[in-house]
T-cell receptor, first 112, second 114 residues
């Protein structure tokens, strides 16, 4: 158990819909990362937050947005969903800037 | 941006064999990390390397931070079925706009036949 909690674990929705994925980081971790993992296996960096502020942005689509709240949990919002958005979405947290990330179990999104 | 070339993409080996995989880049990194992802789980950190030339072991796993700071390898000795999974390298950028950015390789899928 990494200490990072992601909900929901599975989500099935239709094209054009909007979903919200939630992440609770490890206790004490200020930094949260979001990654997308499609069937081709790679981890695509989406966005990073540190103590409520956006720290870095990766290949995140304009239809996607995220935020980190004062209690440090984070949400990833995906809107106008397309079939190609079907993927595993991982949240990871860390305390420092060492690259030592602790990943949640992921949220599997299926868009039909 | 930074890119990591991880190879091989996949490996099919017999139980008991040794495994070797590596990551290379044209960029330099301050830290190299190796993660393992088992089916249905998130990646888990196996080994972190902080210094060029550093060689670190974790049980049957050994990893090295290349002298040039542009590469790293991971070896698994005497593989067992539970070594199955996807292994990812990751590098923490060392300079310029890449400073502090974490980049992942594309992963190596390891299958171990009993």
């Amino acid at each position: 158990d990494s200490g990072v909690t992601q909900t929901p674990k599975h989500l099935i929705t239709a094209t054009g819909q909007r979903v919200t994925l939630r992440c609770s980081p490890r206790s004490g971790d200020l930094s949260v990362y979001w990654y997308q993992q499609s069937l081709d296996q790679g981890l695509q960096f989406l966005i990073q937050y540190y103590n409520g502020e956006e720290r870095a942005k990766g290949n995140i689509l304009e239809r996607f947005s995220a935020q980190q709240f004062p209690d440090l949990h984070s949400e990833l919002n995906l809107s106008s969903l397309e079939l190609g958005d079907s993927a595993l979405y991982f949240c990871a947290s860390t305390r420092g800037a060492t690259g030592e990330l602790f990943f949640g179990e992921g949220s599997r999104l299926t868009v039909l | 941006g930074q890119q990591l070339n991880q190879s091989p993409q996949s490996m099919f080996i017999q139980e008991g064999e040794d495994v070797s995989m590596n990551c290379t880049s044209s960029s330099i990194f301050n830290t190299w990390l190796w993660y393992k992802q088992e089916p249905g789980e998130g990646p888990v950190l196996l080994i972190a390397l902080y210094k060029a030339g550093e060689l670190t072991s974790n049980g049957r796993l050994t990893a090295q931070f290349g002298i040039t700071r542009k590469d790293s390898f991971l070896n698994i000795s005497a593989s067992i079925p539970s070594d199955v999974g996807i292994y990812f390298c990751a590098g923490l950028g060392a300079g310029g706009t890449s400073y502090g950015k974490l980049t992942f390789g594309q992963g190596t899928i390891l299958t171990v036949h009993p």
